[in-house]
């Protein structure tokens, strides 16, 4: 059985987190003389909730796991670089990941002076569980995944993660940021049975609130409390916990926007790969499309002066001559599909 606790760095299994005021005092009182606030200006002169609990009961709500498997972060990134900086000791251990993806990954770990080895996907962006398990070595603390898979959109095989679940004796990072998107379910299930599991979620991508800065990961009791104990004591704002449960208590109109979205998706790459475009359209299962479009550079630059900004993939593992097109409006897909066909 692996122990979650055998993998975490020596330093941080041994560190005493900081300790805030609000951290300290639970139970009701009405003068807080503890945490050298203003008095005046409420409610924002008082310190955000550090643990965020009421988010996580909604959050708790919607998906259906108990708050302990929760940790809310600045973002998904916050979790990208908190779990290298909890598990990984710097020159001495890795992270394994896949190319193309996310280039975050890459970035946290050498931030963190963590090598990250790449293993290239199979050919249509497929997940081979055997490249990953055969590149892991005794030092690769975690494997990142990303699924729905950011540049190529599509959702990585269940089979083949679960393989690597099973067999990787570290952790796997799911990265679900665009799970929303996909008619496969999430991951999230998979909690149960496997401790080394971290699904990463957000609210940047189909709820509609990427300015606010916040991300979920889920996880077993033991990985969330070591990332409790190492964020900042109050990483996650008042206004941005107030606006998260704005938005999740609105989940009819997120289905909507949802719904729009897919549509539109079918639409452009449909447009995409006909006469006159003709280019060749990854299947995504995402709020992107991936194309190839020949010179990439050419018509990035084209695209530009027309004001339209897409994301150039031309240098990128697997994506030569791609570009990444987000899905917008009704009005602004339009407005691409006509500068493309100009
Ligand atoms: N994961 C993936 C796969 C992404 O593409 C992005 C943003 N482009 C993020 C995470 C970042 O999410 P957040 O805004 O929650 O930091």
């Given at each position: 059985m692996l122990n979650i606790n055998d993998l975490i760095r020596s330093s941080i299994r041994a560190m005493k987190p900081y300790s805030s005021a609000r951290n300290e005092f639970?139970?009701?009182?009405?003068?807080?003389?503890?945490?050298?606030?203003?008095?005046?200006?409420?409610?924002?002169?008082?310190?955000p909730d550090p643990l965020q609990r009421e988010l996580k009961g909604r959050i708790s709500e919607l998906k259906d796991i108990s708050p302990e498997h929760i940790f809310i972060g600045n973002g998904s990134d916050e979790a990208i670089d908190l779990v290298i900086r909890a598990f990984c000791?710097?020159?001495?251990?890795?992270?394994?990941?896949?190319?193309?993806?996310?280039?975050?990954y890459e970035v946290a770990a050498e931030m963190n002076n963590v090598k990250c080895v790449k293993v290239e996907l199979d050919p249509g962006f497929k997940l081979n569980a055997d490249a990953i398990l055969n590149t892991v070595d005794e030092h690769t603390k975690a494997v990142y995944l990303c699924s729905p898979n950011n540049p190529s959109g599509n959702v990585l095989n269940r089979e083949e993660i679960y393989r690597i679940l099973k067999y990787f004796r570290g952790l796997v990072v799911v990265d679900e940021a665009y799970i929303d998107f996909a008619t496969s379910p999430s991951l999230l299930d998979g909690l149960v049975g496997f401790?080394?599991?971290?699904?990463?979620?957000?609210?940047?991508?189909?709820?509609?609130?990427a300015a606010i800065r916040l991300g979920m990961a889920f996880a077993s009791p033991e990985i969330i409390a070591v990332l409790n104990k190492m964020k900042y004591p109050y990483n996650v704002s008042r206004l941005t916990q107030e606006y998260a449960l704005k938005v999740l208590s609105n989940v009819e109109e997120m289905q909507r926007q949802l719904k729009l979205i897919r549509s539109e998706r079918e639409r452009v790459a449909d447009a995409l790969s006909r006469p006159p475009l003709s280019y060749k359209v990854y299947p995504s299962d995402s709020n992107f499309i991936l194309t190839e479009v020949g010179d990439a550079n050419k018509l990035y630059a084209k695209l530009v002066k027309q004001g339209i900004v897409v994301r150039n993939r031309n240098s990128i593992t697997l994506c030569q001559g791609c570009i990444r097109i987000t899905i917008g409006t009704p009005e602004e897909n339009d407005a691409l599909l006509a500068a493309l066909s100009s």
């Open positions: 639970h139970g009701e009182a009405s003068i807080f003389l503890d945490a050298n606030e203003n008095p005046w200006n409420p409610p924002y002169n008082r310190y000791e710097p020159s001495i251990d890795n992270i394994v990941t896949i190319t193309p993806s996310y280039g975050m401790p080394n599991l971290i699904v990463f979620q957000t609210l940047s991508k189909a709820w509609g609130a």
